[in-house]
């Protein structure tokens, strides 16, 4: 096992590897770009580094800088998070050429799964319908070209990284160079890759991924689903574990193809394979997440598997010993993602409570949230027996929350989990956008 373990990210996410470190003792290296050295994770880790300046390119993606951390501080391992290098696979040979262990696929595998448009083809070679689409296009001529194949209305997509970023929706010819332009750019600087390829836009459909974790010695453990339909700009707004459309025998289908594209790329972490599901209950494969997600909490609660821990074993060699039957998941959990509006400082905070209520945070009253990076602020994670149980409870801590000082969205999720088609299980992706919830 590793003795001490560098987190290349930072807020929650690198909070919670900080507190599973510290339960598995194993000593902890923080960085961080200058507006975060007064931030929690800087504070509680035992040790700390500024990487560079307040832009994400100059601190969380500077590869260089956050190697020599590592190496300054004797990190054995680095763990990534999400987002940032999370799925770089770049940054993974370049933790293997130091030494360091990457927490997480191996480069070959990232190139393979973590770029979705190679993740579409291996897809396709073991039998997972997939979306109608292209593969990378380079120019806008190209572009056109496949546009007109595919088909409008269409969706340009960055082929790193995910979270919703380097994604536009085209609906007609006259839009896509715009389109291409700015999707492209986003991902450059999210993800320091500019490649982006087309992909036909469904509507009336629901986005459900399938959480995995699999070891070094060819076992994958499937951790339940999870519905991730309620999107504002490509990003997801609030997460549920199971997914209220999904019966036994879709689901059972669902969660093999999810097995055999892990299996497929030699799939080693925690990880997720999305797919859209339509009403008639066909389904297609749009993506692999070879990395930690956002809403991994909720599937831990339903499973009870701490996710990051097993990461971390994984890592290290130890083998998974837990059986499908023993992970099966039960009961619901829900989670919903508070984002900040603008900047600021957060002069009153206070964190609601209760049986199986939590509100993974690095928030503390009288600390700032600086204008850089990502707007989420945190996640609040609910869970009980039954789904009607978890509605009634995230209703509650949402009203028990309080975070004055910056505007957030914790009323517009409110509002959302109080709606009858919310209540139901009734949505899509589009419920959103068009204004039905």
Same mark, same amino acid.
């Given at each position: 096992?590793?003795?001490?373990?560098?987190?290349?990210?930072?807020?929650?996410?690198?909070?919670?590897?900080?507190?599973?470190?510290?339960?598995?003792?194993?000593?902890?290296?923080?960085?961080?770009?200058?507006?975060?050295?007064?931030?929690?994770?800087?504070?509680?880790?035992?040790?700390?580094?500024?990487?560079?300046? &307040?832009?994400?390119?100059?601190?969380?993606?500077?590869?260089?800088?956050?190697?020599?951390?590592?190496?300054?501080?004797?990190?054995?391992?680095?763990?990534?998070?999400?987002?940032?290098?999370?799925?770089?696979?770049?940054?993974?040979?370049?933790?293997?050429?130091?030494?360091?262990?990457?927490?997480?696929?191996?480069?070959?595998?990232?190139?393979?799964?973590?770029?979705?448009?190679?993740?579409?083809?291996?897809?396709?070679?073991?039998?997972?319908?997939?979306?109608?689409?292209?593969?990378?296009?380079?120019?806008?001529?190209?572009?056109?070209?496949?546009?007109?194949?595919?088909?409008?209305?269409?969706?340009?997509?960055?082929?790193?990284?995910?979270?919703?970023?380097?994604?536009?929706?085209?609906?007609?010819?006259?839009?896509?160079?715009?389109?291409?332009?700015?999707?492209?750019?986003?991902?450059?600087?999210?993800?320091?890759?500019?490649?982006v390829y087309l992909e036909r836009y469904l509507t009336g459909v629901r986005h459900v991924e399938v959480q995995l974790l699999a070891d070094a010695?060819?076992?994958?453990?499937?951790?339940?689903?999870?519905?991730?339909?309620?999107?504002?700009?490509?990003?997801?707004?609030?997460?549920?574990?199971?997914?209220?459309?999904?019966?036994?025998?879709?689901?059972?289908?669902?969660?093999?193809?999810?097995?055999?594209?892990?299996?497929?790329? *030699?799939?080693?972490?925690?990880?997720?394979?999305?797919?859209?599901?339509?009403?008639?209950?066909?389904?297609?494969?749009?993506?692999?997440?070879?990395?930690?997600?956002?809403?991994? *909490?909720?599937?831990?609660?339903?499973?009870?598997?701490?996710?990051?821990?097993?990461?971390?074993?994984?890592?290290?060699?130890?083998?998974?010993?837990?059986?499908?039957?023993?992970?099966?998941?039960?009961?619901?959990?829900?989670?919903?993602?508070?984002?900040?509006?603008?900047?600021?400082?957060?002069?009153?905070?206070?964190?609601?409570?209760?049986?199986?209520?939590?509100?993974?945070?690095?928030?503390?009253?009288?600390?700032?949230?600086?204008?850089?990076?990502?707007?989420?602020?945190?996640?609040?994670?609910?869970?009980?027996?039954?789904?009607?149980?978890?509605?009634?409870?995230?209703?509650?801590?949402?009203?028990?929350?309080?975070?004055?000082?910056?505007?957030?969205?914790? &009323?517009?999720?409110?509002?959302?989990?109080?709606?009858?088609?919310?209540?139901?299980?009734?949505?899509?992706?589009?419920?959103?956008?068009?204004?039905?919830?």
């Amino acid at each position: 096992m590793f003795s001490k373990i560098l987190i290349a990210n930072r807020g929650e996410i690198a909070l919670r590897v900080i507190r599973v470190c510290r339960e598995m003792g194993i000593s902890t290296v923080a960085v961080c770009s200058e507006a975060d050295r007064d931030a929690l994770p800087a504070l509680l880790a035992d040790e700390c580094v500024c990487v560079g300046a &307040n832009a994400p390119r100059d601190s969380y993606l500077n590869i260089r800088n956050i190697l020599a951390a590592a190496e300054l501080t004797g990190a054995q391992a680095i763990h990534p998070g999400y987002g940032f290098l999370s799925e770089n696979p770049a940054f993974a040979r370049a933790c293997e050429q130091a030494g360091l262990t990457f927490i997480g696929p191996s480069g070959d595998v990232l190139d393979r799964m973590g770029d979705k448009n190679n993740a579409r083809q291996l897809a396709v070679s073991i039998g997972v319908p997939v979306i109608p689409g292209s593969e990378i296009v380079e120019t806008l001529d190209e572009a056109r070209a496949e546009a007109e194949r595919v088909g409008y209305p269409l969706l340009i997509k960055a082929a790193a990284g995910g979270g919703g970023k380097g994604i536009r929706i085209v609906e007609s010819p006259d839009a896509l160079p715009s389109a291409f332009a700015t999707a492209s750019e986003e991902a450059i600087a999210s993800f320091g890759d500019g490649r982006v390829y087309l992909e036909r836009y469904l509507t009336g459909v629901r986005h459900v991924e399938v959480q995995l974790l699999a070891d070094a010695y060819g076992k994958i453990l499937t951790l339940g689903e999870r519905d991730c339909s309620l999107q504002r700009n490509r990003q997801k707004v609030i997460e549920e574990t199971p997914c209220p459309a999904l019966d036994g025998e879709t689901r059972a289908k669902l969660t093999a193809a999810a097995v055999r594209a892990a299996a497929a790329s *030699g799939y080693r972490g925690a990880g997720t394979v999305e797919f859209l599901l339509a009403p008639d209950k066909s389904f297609y494969f749009i993506e692999m997440n070879p990395r930690l997600q956002v809403e991994h *909490g909720v599937s831990e609660e339903v499973s009870g598997v701490d996710i990051v821990k097993w990461q971390i074993r994984v890592a290290a060699g130890i083998p998974l010993p837990m059986t499908q039957e023993s992970v099966t998941p039960t009961g619901c959990a829900i989670e919903c993602r508070i984002n900040a509006k603008n900047a600021g400082k957060i002069d009153f905070l206070h964190i609601p409570g209760g049986h199986r209520v939590h509100f993974d945070t690095a928030l503390v009253q009288g600390g700032t949230v600086p204008p850089y990076y990502d707007s989420m602020l945190g996640k609040l994670i609910v869970f009980a027996a039954t789904r009607e149980e978890a509605v009634r409870k995230m209703e509650a801590a949402l009203c028990e929350l309080a975070i004055d000082g910056v505007d957030t969205n914790r &009323n517009d999720q409110l509002s959302l989990v109080r709606t009858a088609a919310f209540r139901a299980g009734r949505y899509d992706t589009l419920s959103l956008a068009e204004g039905r919830m």
